[in-house]
């Protein structure tokens, strides 16, 4: 839990003009204030979604909004021989702890449930990708983006983006790409060698918990990441006591569908450095995905 940092930080401490101006540099995004018909999407599903982020407790294990938590809080982390710096949680006595981010959008495409195939130059195996493109409220993203240059101390940061339909600019969270994954039958009469590497534990799964979600930095196209239906909890006549909380994820209904061209949902992931030729690139290694509610056509 979060009573174990090293240091006093102020996780909602409103943000300091200064750090808002690192925002100049921002990726231009098709947001909220966009030709998007948002009065077909229920406005309350909108203010209560975000309403959750916003005031995001501290009961919430190792959850930022980073349009809304102080940079003080969070480190710069490496793990597992990679040089690539993870936003991290500081504890006391061990290793920091990932940090999951969210950000709350419309969506413009979707490829989770049904991964989308791409070949790599020179190689005649096609590889996989899980991926939402997806439009962050203006505001909320320019808070998102001078975070992200206050903590890793840039003024400008390469986001990934991709054009939808020709129309709309988007934030691309994904997986690693993969090949796909083949269930081989053990056949005693092949003489396989054996490995002489140490028994594995038991693999961690990124829709089993939040503990096992933040386990790695990028989940490949391979594992298992959940869109989950939580459209019960922002609805207008729902009830008092229902109230949503991202512990209750592991709970919710699974999604047999990914979310359509205007549904808004909540984006898990990463944030981690990588080195670009003209600079510093931020890579959002997607966790997992909330459906808020449905675009009314």
């Known amino acids: 839990m979060r009573g ?18 690192r925002t100049r540099h921002q990726p231009k995004v098709s947001t909220f204030t966009s030709s998007l018909p948002e009065a077909r999407t229920p406005a309350h599903a909108i203010y209560r979604a975000f309403y959750n982020l916003v ?14 938590y102080d940079p003080a809080c969070v480190e710069l982390a490496t793990y597992r021989n ?40 020179g190689s005649s195996t096609p590889n996989y990708v899980k991926s939402i493109l997806f439009g962050p409220m203006l505001t909320e993203w320019e ?7 206050t903590v890793f101390g840039v003024d400008k940061i390469s986001v990934g983006t991709f054009t939808a339909g020709g129309r709309y600019v988007g934030v691309n969270v994904r997986t690693f790409p993969s090949e796909p ?26 829709s089993h918990s939040l503990l096992e979600m933040r386990d790695k930095m990028t989940w490949s196209a391979n594992d298992d990441i959940a869109i989950w239906d939580a459209t019960q ?16 994820l592991p709970t919710l209904p699974r999604m047999t569908a ?13 944030a981690s450095s990588y080195n670009r030729d003209n600079g510093m690139g931020l890579s959002l290694n997607l966790y997992g995905v909330v459906l808020v509610s449905r675009y009314q056509k």
């Open 258 to 270: 990914d979310p359509t061209f205007g549904d808004i949902v909540i984006v898990l992931y990463s």
């Open 4 to 21: 174990d940092h090293k240091r006093e930080c102020h996780p909602h401490r409103p943000v300091h003009q200064r750090f808002l101006e």
């Open 181 to 206: 994954a083949s269930d081989l039958p053990d056949l005693p009469f092949i003489q396989a060698t054996p490995t002489k590497r140490a028994p594995k534990k038991n693999p961690s799964t990124p």
């Open 143 to 149: 808070r998102t983006v001078g975070f992200f240059g």
């Open 55 to 68: 005031t995001l407790t501290e009961e919430e294990p190792f959850m930022i909004n980073p349009a809304r």
């Open 82 to 121: 990679s040089s690539n710096k993870v936003i991290s949680l500081p504890t006391l006595g061990k290793q920091n702890e990932r940090a999951i981010c969210m950000s709350i959008g419309f969506t413009y495409s979707c490829d989770i449930i049904h991964p989308k195939s791409f070949s790599k130059p």
């Open 233 to 248: 909890y922002f609805k207008k006549s729902k009830a008092p006591s229902k109230q949503f909380t991202f512990d209750l």
